[in-house]
């Protein structure tokens, strides 16, 4: 499948979908938003609010949150099933919740000894595993999820903090986003260059497409790499932008 247009979240609390047209809603949360998720006919989109909430859009459906539980870290990142409906929520130690058809295949505590500050989690293409990433690179494959590789320990991330990650479409590599602007690719992920090569940037987030990917800053500037379509972004309202998909 291929998608056309991505998801923008801004300060303000409104998500924005860029496509052929370009369409606007309010994100109504008892906590204040922090990621997003775009469901497989990217048509919809998952919001996740700082304390566990989760408010459906589109086509998405909201299948439970996290909210009533008492965790033991805050949750981080939300990712949509590929091949179904339903979704995980991964918090900063690594742990894993399920929802509708997404399988739980354990999490960073349960294979771990140390402790980690989790950022992203990202499917397969199967949907029958994924990938968790921490803020220094290091990568927890799970399931069907292969590893290519990692930033962990190595010269390529010395001071910037990884704010995103994506995989290729047909699990055959992943990237790596880091707060500076440098895209990591491992695998047979293409390195098609990084928004970094401009100048610095304050990096957020990472939209992967089947022929490229976009950068997105802090500001709401989108950089594109590759044959992905750039529909547009809230740069110039004066914005911030706290996640995209």
């Known amino acids: 499948m291929v998608f ?4 923008i979240l801004t300060s303000d609390n409104r998500l924005f979908h860029f496509a052929d047209d370009v369409t606007e809603t309010e994100v109504e949360l008892p906590s204040r938003p ?11 989109c998952l919001v996740l609010g ?23 870290a ?3 990142d939300i990712a949509a099933s590929p091949i179904g409906v339903g979704y995980w929520v991964v918090d900063s130690e690594g742990s894993v919740f399920s929802f509708g058809n997404a399988p739980f295949l354990e999490g960073v505590p349960q294979v771990a ?9 990202e499917p397969s293409a199967d949907g029958r595993g994924y990938w968790i990433v921490d803020s220094r690179g290091g990568v927890y494959c799970f ?11 190595s010269q390529q991330l010395d001071g910037p903090r990884v704010v995103d990650f994506a995989s290729g479409p047909e699990n055959e590599g ?25 100048g610095r940037i304050d990096a957020i987030g990472l939209i992967s497409r089947s022929g490229g990917y976009l950068v997105a800053d802090a500001r709401g500037a989108l950089t594109a ?10 740069v110039g309202l004066g914005l911030g932008v706290l996640a995209v998909a």
């Open 34 to 44: 922090i990621a997003l998720a775009m469901t497989r006919d990217g048509q919809g």
């Open 174 to 198: 992943y990237r790596f986003l880091d707060s500076d602007g440098h895209v990591h690719s491992f695998g047979d992920a293409k390195d098609l260059g990084s928004p970094v090569n401009f």
């Open 4 to 7: 056309q247009g991505y998801w």
């Open 113 to 121: 000894d140390n402790s980690i500050e989790a950022v992203c989690i």
């Open 74 to 76: 805050p949750p981080v």
């Open 225 to 234: 790499f590759g044959d992905v379509a750039n529909y547009g972004s809230p």
């Open 143 to 153: 399931g069907s999820a292969p590893f290519f590789g990692a930033l962990a320990g």
């Open 50 to 72: 700082s304390g566990g909430h989760i408010q459906a859009h589109g086509t998405a459906r909201a299948l439970g949150d996290v909210s009533a539980l008492n965790l033991a």
